[in-house]
């Protein structure tokens, strides 16, 4: 007889926990921006990730309730999960629809596409408290996924999450792509990995905005204070870093990349030279683009 592999209820087990009071969620976003940004969340924004899973649907939350702990985990691969934390149940409370927009971290949910409780619901709102045991496998243990996926939260004591792998770094934070192969989306812009966000203030050059709703484009260049870094940080925040005819676009249509990355120390003259070599080849000034100069 083959032994059985060692699995999460061995590790809490070994924790002190009982698997009986434990809930497992694996958890998969059907909006695609909220899931592309999870394990970003995870890595480094956990309290907008927690706030994610502290408010669930009636079935859920009716047995979240009874349990002592979370076991959180993100939908790794197919018939996989990667473990994100051990959050103790520490209580909830009722709360109405306009206070489950003003609690921390959903306002960034909503960006991403969450749609949050029904107009109609007063749902239960969880105090999730991340616990330290367990916490050096965070984004490293990744157990099988029984059963169909799409149930999924499970009580731990009626599973087997066998151990499929334990890697020796996180694999929650994706490598950053080469300079002339990044493309990112205007929600992406408020996620920036902190690696990636280091970069990019280091990188000074001509970027270009396509609207995918107008089919024009725009060509911008950054060569001041973090670079395009701090260009793009404006975008994030305004969606149009004050330029006159973005305006009047809606930026969760845009798309960024970057064009050409100069010498840090170029002048920015030579910079801006640049920056119109590319609206004339890309035939970006109005009306055929969306630079007005």
């Not at 999460?8 to 087990?13: A, M, Q, R, Y």
């Not at 070994?14 to 976003?29: E, F, I, Q, T």
């Not at 995870?42 to 079935?59: F, K, L, P, S």
């Amino acid at each position: 007889m083959s032994a059985v592999a060692i699995g999460l209820n061995d590790l809490l087990e070994k924790a002190g926990l009982d698997p009986r009071r434990v809930m497992v969620m694996r958890h998969r976003p059907t909006e695609k921006a909220l899931r592309d940004a999870l394990p970003t969340l995870a890595a480094e924004r956990h309290e907008i990730y927690n706030a994610y899973q502290c408010q669930h649907g009636e079935t859920v939350e009716n047995a979240l309730a009874k349990a002592s702990h979370l076991v959180s985990f993100i939908g790794h691969q197919a018939g996989r999960a990667m473990f994100i934390g051990l959050y103790e149940v520490a209580g909830f409370k009722r709360i109405d629809v306009k206070q489950y927009w003003r609690m921390p971290g959903n306002a960034e949910l909503r960006a991403l596409g969450t749609r949050g409780p029904k107009d109609w619901r007063s749902p239960l709102w969880f105090d999730l408290q991340l616990q330290p045991e367990l916490a050096e496998l965070k984004g490293r243990l990744v157990v099988t996924w029984p059963g169909i996926e799409r149930s999924w939260w499970r009580w731990a004591s009626r599973n087997h999450f066998a151990v499929h792998c334990i890697h020796e770094e996180s694999r929650l934070l994706r490598p950053m792509p080469a300079w002339n192969e990044l493309v990112l989306g205007w929600t992406d812009l408020k996620l920036l990995p902190e690696s990636w966000r280091q970069a990019l203030s280091h990188w000074r050059g001509v970027y270009y905005i396509f609207d995918t709703s107008l089919k024009q484009g725009y060509v911008g260049s950054a060569s001041g204070s973090e670079n395009l870094l701090g260009r793009w940080k404006g975008y994030a925040v305004s969606g149009h870093g004050g330029n006159r005819l973005l305006k009047r676009c809606n930026p969760e249509h845009f798309v960024f990349s970057i064009l050409e990355r100069v010498s840090p120390d170029m002048d920015v003259a030579e910079v801006v030279a640049i920056e119109n070599l590319w609206k004339q080849r890309l035939h970006t000034r109005a009306p055929q683009g969306l630079n007005d100069n």
